[in-house]
């Protein structure tokens, strides 16, 4: 990629390929560009410079991300320089939180077109519209049928900054050419009101189909695509649990694909207690964990515990036993009486329901809270402070997203367990001073590991992405968190490190794919150095 042939105002106006004010007097000579651009050539440590400069001007996150959104149609590269260069300040700005409120407003900001819109109206020409698309060669795409977008629930077509956002961390986290990913929005219709009356909206305007129609239409957008690029990697985002579950069951053997809500969360999190464990120094098979919450991500979450507390020597039907599920309608029981879904049986305990957490607590006396309910609040002072009396470090991970939807916030966290807690959270929460103590409290979001992942299944060519890849993440991101790390209470390493992180996530996977026959490639001589050459860095060509 990189070759092209365009010069003067088409080139400066390209995104994917304009250098800005970085072209040198020889380029400007050869490219017609002279007298186009101010007369002094720029680094691109200049121009770094001067946008985050800008950016800071700006006095809210929404502002910024909407000011990023516009550096990258001017200039990629650009774009995900200063990402990489400052990745902890910048990556709340064009991920959670701050692309939750983007999502909302979405129809209503729209100015640079990025990526694919498929709509149910489109069935049967799907493929023709691929070919409308200026992408060649994609390795990975990110889609969503708008849904359940984070804890916001559905956004209909809104929900497109999800797919861009976490495209932009694959490439700015684990080095994923941009050029060769394609975010996707699967238009089924919305049925949010709100949406449905605002004149503004930019989706089509009728309830979501579903059944068999929704069916064919996503069948047809997996054929499109494999026809077309046989080998790339689809992650499925914040789709409901409707369909999430079904979708992943019916293509996770056809194609190498994967659930990022379901598995990707589950990895992430499965890392987070391999940490607690560390500073516990207890093992997860000794752990009893109740969840808030029992969709995706809860009921993917505890499948990824069981399996993890399996090879810690548990029997599965051990493991199940020590995990437990709390719904909307109480603790998920055989006894309540209703019709279960099917993810959440396996989790479901012959014992009677309880309505109210904290009584389910204090019964249950768990080890482990996890918060993925997208109920902001629901830890209060009083479920904290009962976690505490039970146990010596309580476990809790308020998880739901964006920081809107947080079941409790750091500093309540550490406050009500007297700073007992071994805390983690789904959006990012500044450092806490209690009683004289800093901790450094980190986001157990999936961003650790579902680009290392992405990088690891595309560059492995992976027949399918199994199970085992989730927990081989996991391992591998807790093996990089430090004693130092530990000691401020962060169950996660710095995102500084996320590239590192990445790089040695894709370099496990490969290793795993090729042990299991999922490689579909020769084992190279030296795959740190395989995955380390083929990782995109943002440098003017
Ligand atoms: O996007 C995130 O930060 C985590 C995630 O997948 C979700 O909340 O749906
Ligand atoms: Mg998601």
């Not at 640079?112 to 149910?120: R, V």
């Not at 990089?480 to 995102?495: F, R």
């Amino acid at each position: 990629m990189g070759a092209h042939n365009l010069t003067g105002t088409t080139l400066l106006q390209n995104g994917v390929y304009s250098k800005g004010t970085a072209y040198s007097e020889e380029e400007r000579a050869a490219l017609h560009l002279k007298g186009l651009l101010p007369p002094v050539p720029a680094t691109i440590s200049m121009q770094v410079e001067a946008m985050m400069e800008q950016l800071r001007a700006f006095d809210t996150p929404f502002q910024k991300a909407l000011f990023l959104d516009g550096l990258r149609s001017s200039n990629e590269t650009l774009y995900f320089r200063l990402l990489l260069e400052h990745i902890e300040e910048v990556l709340p700005l064009v991920y959670t939180p701050t692309v939750g409120e983007v999502c909302q407003k979405f129809s209503h900001l729209f100015r640079f077109a990025k990526g694919l819109y498929l709509s149910i109206e489109d069935k049967g020409h799907v493929s023709e519209i691929l070919e409308n698309l200026p992408q060649e060669a994609v390795d990975m795409i990110v889609v969503t049928d708008g849904q359940r977008i984070l804890g916001l629930g559905d956004l209909g077509i809104n929900g497109m900054g999800i797919p861009v956002g976490k495209l932009a961390l694959y490439t700015a986290c684990a080095g994923v050419d941009p050029r060769r990913t394609l975010p996707v929005i699967l238009d089924v219709g919305t049925n949010t009101e709100r949406y449905l009356n605002d004149p503004l909206y930019l989706g089509h305007k009728h309830p979501r189909v579903s059944g068999q129609e929704y069916d064919d239409f996503i069948e047809e957008f997996f054929q499109s695509v494999y026809k077309k690029w046989p080998k790339c990697v689809v992650q499925f985002e914040d789709f409901g649990n409707n369909h999430a579950f079904d979708l992943l069951a019916r293509y996770r053997s056809r194609y190498c694909c994967y659930n990022d809500d379901i598995q990707g969360t589950a990895s992430i999190v499965v890392s987070g207690f391999f940490s607690a464990m560390r500073a516990k120094k207890s093992k997860l098979s000794n752990e009893k964990i109740l969840f808030l919450g029992a969709g995706e991500a809860a009921t993917g979450v505890a499948g990824l515990i069981a399996d993890a507390m399996v090879e810690d020597g548990l029997s599965r039907e051990d493991a199940l036993a020590r995990l437990y599920l709390f719904d909307s309608k109480g603790l998920v029981t055989t006894t309540r009486g209703d019709t279960l879904a099917a993810h959440k049986l396996p989790f479901a305990k012959d014992i009677p329901s309880v309505k109210d957490f904290e009584e389910a607590i204090r019964t249950l006396r768990p080890t482990a809270i996890v918060g993925l309910s997208a109920q902001s609040g629901a830890f209060t002072e009083s479920i904290v402070k009962a976690m505490t009396e039970i146990n010596e470090r309580p476990i809790v991970f308020a998880l739901s997203n964006p920081t809107s939807k947080a079941e409790c916030t750091a500093e309540q966290a550490y406050t009500w367990s007297d700073g007992k807690v071994l805390f983690s959270c789904g959006s990012p929460f500044d450092p806490v001073t209690y009683k004289g103590k800093t901790y450094v409290p980190r986001q157990g979001n999936n961003s650790y590991v579902f680009p290392g992942i992405g990088l690891g299944a595309i560059l492995a060519q992976c027949k399918e992405i199994t199970q085992e890849v989730f927990l081989s993440a996991a391992h591998t991101c807790a093996d990089m968190v430090t004693e130092d790390d530990l000691a401020h209470g962060s169950l996660y390493p710095s995102l500084t490190r996320v590239r590192e992180i990445s790089h040695l996530v894709a370099v496990n996977i490969i290793k795993l794919a090729l042990a299991t026959g999922q490689a579909q490639i020769e084992a190279p001589a030296d795959i740190e150095k395989f995955v380390t050459d083929n990782m995109y860095t943002p440098d003017y060509e």
